[in-house]
């Protein structure tokens, strides 16, 4: 595929090693990964029943599968399965309806749209309180992600940035991160970047503590999610 090709592994840490704006050991200063993978899976334990009721309220508003798979771009570039509960009409579904670009309500690389005309009515509730994210803590238990860290991104994203903007990935990729906390889809895209590119820098475990603790109080708040 031509965007595969274009942000290959290879190239994509040739470029990232080029971008010296954030000066990265490549070791991870955080709270350890072996203890953020151990919170994610007695989290899954725990809510397991809440997560096979909202399994089948998706499946009963519409047709498709509840858990949605796409390829996301991790840390230099490595790619991996993300999982999400899907929150949207499937294409063949007649409730189904495009976007417009032009209607994205947020300028730059990552679109958003406010008022996206694919959404279920479930969907609407489970992307405002980041409910449709839970999966996500299965690609912690995996290895794919941590906890705390900037957002994975889609291949399309990535292979639109600038090379200093490829410096995003020099971090292992999270569930929640500073920009989440800070505004979410509320900031520009070179701001999200400006987030996670302090978020590498000043990366320790008391800075984790400080994300995770304000990431409930955000999510409950549900500021700059749609």
Known sequence: MEITNKISASATVRSIK???KVNVDGV???IPV???RAVATLGLLA???LLALLMLAIKLESKGPCVFKQVRVGKYGRRFTMYKFRSMYMQDDPRFKAPEQKDSSREGVCQKYIHDPRIT???RFIRKYSIDELPQLLNVVKGDMLLIGPRPALEMEVAQYEPC???RLNSEQGLTGLWQVTGRADT????QVQLDEQYIQEQSII????ILLKTVPCVLGAKGAY
Not at 188 to 191: K, S
Not at 207 to 210: I, L, Q
Request: proline share 4%; aromatic share 8%.
């Open 34 to 36: 072996w203890l953020q």
């Open 121 to 123: 009515c479930i969907g």
């Open 165 to 167: 903007q490829l410096s």
């Open 28 to 30: 991870h200063h955080g």
């Open 207 to 210: 800075s984790d503590v400080k």
């Open 47 to 49: 809510i397991s029943p």
């Open 188 to 191: 520009t895209f070179e701001q």
């Open 18 to 20: 080029a971008a010296r």
